[in-house]
């Protein structure tokens, strides 16, 4: 859930990396609210999850999950019933030069830049986030926010990515972390 409560920036013109995953059966790629960065190796706005130690700038953050496609037990091209009106990407299959399924292709997904969101997308250790917290992105955690600025080794680098507005107890929290019940925090973005 990523959800705009304030006037934001959108940039609708970008578009999630291929991938090598080609499970096919509507494997979750990333999360909304998912911190990304611009990917340097390609010529227009193509962004990635951070994940284990990238120290790359932060450019914003996805507005829609992305998914794999769910060729492995459909035709390609195939939505579930789900799917429909739901602002979900799902990725379309990649080939080699032998018919096979390698990966995903590039998908189509916003980039949510600034502004005033409500999120689940977070981990703080069970640790209450307090209003005035200011966010950072962990590691290997498919660009989770987290308050945890003391323990930088948690975090990919150290910048900032968003602040606390109306946060949540430990108790909501840890519910939160373990996905038992989902408590959304209000963030100001800073990227």
Not at 61 to 72: D, E
Not at 95 to 124: C, E, F, M, Q, S
């Amino acid at each position: 859930m990523f959800i705009p409560r304030h006037p934001v920036v959108e940039n609708q013109f970008c578009q999630f990396a291929e991938t090598t995953i080609s499970g096919g059966t509507g494997d979750v790629l990333a999360y909304a609210g998912s911190a990304c960065y611009l990917d340097d190796g390609q010529v227009d706005s193509t962004v990635k999850i951070f994940s284990a130690d990238e120290n790359k700038e932060c450019f914003g953050f996805l507005m829609q999950k992305v998914k794999a496609g769910y060729h492995s037990v459909h035709p390609v091209g195939f939505v579930l019933p789900g799917d429909l009106g739901s602002s979900d990407v799902i990725a379309q299959p990649k080939y080699d030069n032998n018919g096979r399924i390698v990966g995903t292709k590039p998908a189509p997904v916003g980039v949510a830049h600034l502004g005033i969101w409500d999120t689940i997308h977070y981990n703080n250790g069970g640790n209450a986030l307090n209003a005035g917290t200011v966010m950072g992105v962990r590691k290997n955690s498919m660009s989770e926010l987290t308050g945890q600025s003391g323990d930088m080794n948690s975090r990919t680098s150290n910048q900032s990515v968003a602040i606390v507005l109306k946060g949540a107890s430990a108790a909501q929290v840890s519910a939160n972390e373990n996905n038992t019940t989902l408590y959304p925090i209000r963030i100001k973005l800073l990227k």
